[in-house]
């Protein structure tokens, strides 16, 4: 695919058929429209299932879940027959829910590419367009003009960090958040703060804690600046990078106002240590394509990481962080196929009215949400609470926000045909990821299932 959505190098009788192929699909999948529960006939072979994978994988899965490569919206059908309702979308990766006919006519075409997964040294076309779109919609409010792809989030990151240090070389440490999240390879599990995630690795003690945004401390803005302050003061010349999410996430779904940024934002300017927002879970979901912009402060922004929606990852930078020759490559630039399905999906985005202050992603926000703080007010007093988050992103605590009581809660959820996830520590929470298609009535749907689970359990 090109900038435009137009298919590459394809005959009209490829194209014809690629139509009629997504057609037929988008039919056939037509059917699944409504949460069911498992067909009885598929109960004893699902249960098979679950056993064999939970043997090879070592352990077994979080959720009795195994797709059936078949999807509609927000509904995903699994091998045991069942519907759900997907309100996490593989954590966030598929944004146009399932079996978007864009999406699936996309990935054809990356089918019927020469190779199936891309590289840096031997790229096709899609691989150029896919970067161009990216750089293009992050240069809107920010100083972007480059951009490295990768095969995911965390690999984004990793390229994220070494194109700082070597920028501020030899400086090693790095400031980041209370709660943090940033992947799992072994540099990006230190800078998450989650020591339930790297139990036995050594430390390298190399990153900086600041204080996330606390609405209900007055005085939360002065006080993370200061702790960055005195960092600075203790570590001056050897820190290499302030990153952040725009809002944390897998810490939490807590949302932080501009006027939190622009301090902390400003002092890393005056002490010119670079910036890097990790977009990763954030890109194209909260109002606007990148958070940075949401928040109006895309000037400060040196680097900037996307992946999920993007269905590749990618480090984003300025000209002032592009890094010398040798110093990021790697083989796999991503699949063809993800590659064109990614590009359709930010060209949709684009083109269907998602984004602004009257965009669909705001509608969904404003409409979960109340729809959350009104069964707070009603039927499920004192089980709901803080419901917030940003545009698709979405979390709430509910009753005690002990953990045995959200993983007890999720399950209920799933039983009930409703898939979300928790976030957070204490308290825990439980967190949606709301595909951008999503209608009210679905939307209804999940309120009402999540009101039937809260007062069931
Ligand atoms: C903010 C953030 N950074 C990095 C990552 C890691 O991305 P991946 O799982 O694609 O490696 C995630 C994943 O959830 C994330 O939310």
Excluded at 78 to 86: A, I, M, T, Y
Excluded at 192 to 217: C, Q
Aim: hydrophobic share 40%.
């Amino acid at each position: 695919m090109n900038n435009k959505g137009e298919p590459l190098n394809f005959d009209l009788q490829t194209q014809s058929l690629i139509k009629q192929l997504t057609g037929a699909n988008t039919l056939l999948n037509s059917t699944i429209s409504d949460v069911k529960q498992a067909d009885p006939h598929r109960i004893s072979y699902y249960e098979e299932l679950m056993k064999k994978i939970g043997q090879v994988r070592g352990r077994p899965l979080y959720y009795p879940y195994i797709g059936s490569g078949r999807g509609n919206g927000p509904f995903v059908e699994l091998e045991d027959g069942s519907v759900k309702l997907d309100f996490i979308n593989g954590i966030g990766i598929h944004i146009l829910g399932h079996s978007h006919p864009e999406v699936i006519q996309a990935s054809l075409y990356g089918a019927l590419q020469d190779v199936t997964n891309q590289g840096n040294l031997q790229p096709n076309k899609e691989y150029f367009y896919m970067l161009q779109k990216l750089v293009e919609l992050a240069k809107k409010g920010s100083k972007i003009e480059h951009g490295w792809l990768a095969t995911c989030g965390t690999m984004a990151n990793e390229t994220a960090l070494k194109i700082a240090r070597q920028k501020k070389t030899p400086a090693r440490m790095i400031i980041s958040f209370k709660n943090a999240f940033a992947g799992r390879s072994t540099m990006m599990a230190e800078v998450t703060d989650n020591p339930a995630y790297r139990v036995g690795l050594p430390e390298y003690n190399e990153v900086l804690r600041l204080p996330w945004y606390d609405k209900k401390n007055p005085t939360s803005i002065e006080d993370t600046l200061r702790a960055l302050k005195l960092h600075v003061e203790k570590h001056s010349n050897n820190i290499s990078v302030f990153s952040f999410e725009p809002m944390l996430g897998e810490g939490g779904y807590m949302p932080a106002p501009r006027e939190f940024f622009i301090p902390l934002l400003e002092f890393c300017k005056s002490q010119n240590i670079p910036i890097w927002s990790d977009e990763v879970q954030t890109f194209t979901r909260t109002g606007q394509p990148f958070a940075f912009q949401t928040l109006e402060i895309g000037e400060y922004i040196d680097i900037v990481t996307v992946a999920k929606t993007a269905q590749i990852g990618a480090t984003l930078y300025t000209s002032a962080m592009n890094p010398q020759p040798g110093l990021i490559a790697g083989t796999f630039s991503g699949s063809s196929s993800a590659l064109n399905a990614g590009l359709a999906i930010l060209n949709f985005l684009d083109n269907n009215h998602f984004y602004g202050p009257e965009g669909r992603v705001s509608e969904i926000h404003n409409y979960f949400i109340s729809g959350l703080n009104k069964l707070a007010q009603t039927s499920c007093k004192n089980l709901i609470s803080d419901a917030t988050g940003m545009g698709l992103m979405i979390a709430f605590t509910p009753k005690d926000g002990k953990k045995e009581t959200v993983e007890a809660l999720l399950k209920t959820f799933f039983s009930k045909g409703l898939i979300a996830f928790s976030c957070g520590k204490e308290p825990v929470r439980i967190r949606f990821l709301i595909p951008a298609i999503v209608t009210n009535q679905q939307l209804d749907l999940a309120l009402k299932i999540i009101e039937e689970s809260l007062l069931k359990e």
